[in-house]
C-alpha cells in the first residue's frame, strides 16, 4: 500500500456497496483482520466512520469489489495522516445540533440511515448514526423522531452544561423537513403525532 496513489476521500460518492453475489470471493481473514484495524481507528478518525461501517457489513462474505473499497480508505488515511478531531480554544461557546436521514436510502434492504450532530463551540461533541429497524412510510414522521432524538441529546448536553455554570437559553436544531417542522411547532396532539 506504500507504492500507491492517495485518494481524495474515504469513498466514491456514487459508490454503493452490494452484496455482490457474482463477484470474486477474498481472504475472509485478510478482510477482516483489515476491518478490525480500521474500526479501532475510528475513534480518532471519524471522517471514515460511514465508510469503514459500510464495509464491515460485508465481513462474513467479503467480496473483491468490498475488498477494493477497505484498500481505497487504506489509500484515503495514507495521504491524509493530520486529520483528525480538532478541538481549538477561543472559538465561540454555543451549543447547536443537526438532524437528518436519507429516505430509504440502502439499496440492499431500502432502509432509511438516520443520524444527528452536537456541535460545542464549532467542535463534534456527539454524534449518532443507525439504519433503521424497518421501513418507513413517512419521511415526516420519521424526521420529527429522529429531531425528538437530537433534541433530546441536546437537553441532557445542556443541564450538564448548566451544572457546570454555562447558562443557554436557545439551543437551535437543524432539519429538513418543513413537514416535521411545522408539526413540532403545532401544540395540538392529533392523529399524526400519535406513534
Request: a positive charge; charged letters at 20%.
Amino acid at each position: 500500500m506504500n507504492e500507491t496513489k492517495d485518494q481524495p476521500t474515504p469513498m466514491r460518492r456514487s459508490l454503493k456497496l452490494e452484496a455482490d453475489e457474482g463477484g470474486k470471493n477474498v481472504d475472509t481473514k485478510l478482510y477482516r483482520t483489515m476491518i478490525c484495524s480500521l474500526l479501532y481507528l475510528i475513534a480518532s478518525r471519524t471522517d471514515i466512520l460511514f465508510s469503514v461501517c459500510m464495509c464491515a457489513c460485508f465481513h462474513s462474505c467479503p467480496k473483491e469489489s468490498h475488498l477494493n473499497a477497505v484498500k481505497r480508505i487504506l489509500r484515503y488515511l495514507k495521504g491524509t495522516p493530520n486529520i483528525g478531531l480538532w478541538y481549538p480554544k477561543g472559538s465561540s461557546f454555543s451549543l447547536i445540533g443537526y438532524s437528518d436521514d436519507d429516505f430509504r436510502g440502502c439499496r440492499i434492504d431500502r432502509k432509511s440511515t438516520s443520524g444527528t450532530c452536537q456541535f460545542l463551540r464549532s467542535m463534534l461533541v456527539s454524534w449518532f448514526s443507525k439504519r433503521q429497524n424497518s421501513i418507513v412510510a413517512s419521511t415526516m414522521k420519521a424526521k420529527y423522531v429522529l429531531a425528538g432524538n437530537c433534541f433530546a441529546q441536546l437537553l441532557w448536553m445542556k443541564q450538564q452544561l448548566e451544572d457546570f455554570g454555562y447558562i443557554m437559553h436557545c439551543v437551535p436544531i437543524h432539519y429538513d423537513n418543513t413537514s416535521a417542522i411545522n408539526l413540532s411547532k403545532n401544540l395540538v396532539y392529533h392523529s399524526r403525532t400519535i406513534g
